[in-house]
Nanobody, 115 residues
Framework: QVQVAESGGGLVQPGGSLRLSCVASGSISGINAMGWYRQVPGKRRELVAGVSAGALTNYADFVKGRFTFSSDNAKNTVYLQMNSLEPEDTAVYYC?????????WGQGTQVTVSS
């Protein structure tokens, strides 16, 4: 199986920055897509940024050029650099890895944007 763990969340002021990390471990093979999602209590989990094999990164409209998705394949790690954070970005951010048969989720990392 694949294990996924996010880190890097925290409390920042509006306009601040955070870099989220997602480390995947285990028997990783046949990855079809990877992405960052976020969720607010009572709302559906929504895509922030994601990429499929051989494709360019897809960003949600609300990103508005502020976030950058990247990866370090040697470390089995993906990142989400978030700049110009807004209070509306407050949510639990999750990393998702989709393989041929299963999707894997981390426990999430809390991002709070507030003065």
């Amino acid at each position: 199986q694949v294990q996924v763990a996010e880190s890097g969340g925290g409390l920042v002021q509006p306009g601040g920055s955070l870099r989220l990390s997602c480390v995947a471990s285990g028997s990783i093979s046949g990855i079809n897509a990877m992405g960052w999602y976020r969720q607010v209590p009572g709302k559906r989990r929504e895509l922030v940024a994601g990429v499929s094999a051989g494709a360019l990164t897809n960003y949600a409209d609300f990103v508005k050029g502020r976030f950058t998705f990247s990866s370090d394949n040697a470390k089995n790690t993906v990142y989400l650099q978030m700049n110009s954070l807004e209070p509306e970005d407050t949510a639990v951010y999750y990393c998702n890895i989709e393989t041929t048969y299963f999707g894997y989720w981390g426990q999430g990392t809390q991002v709070t944007v507030s003065s």
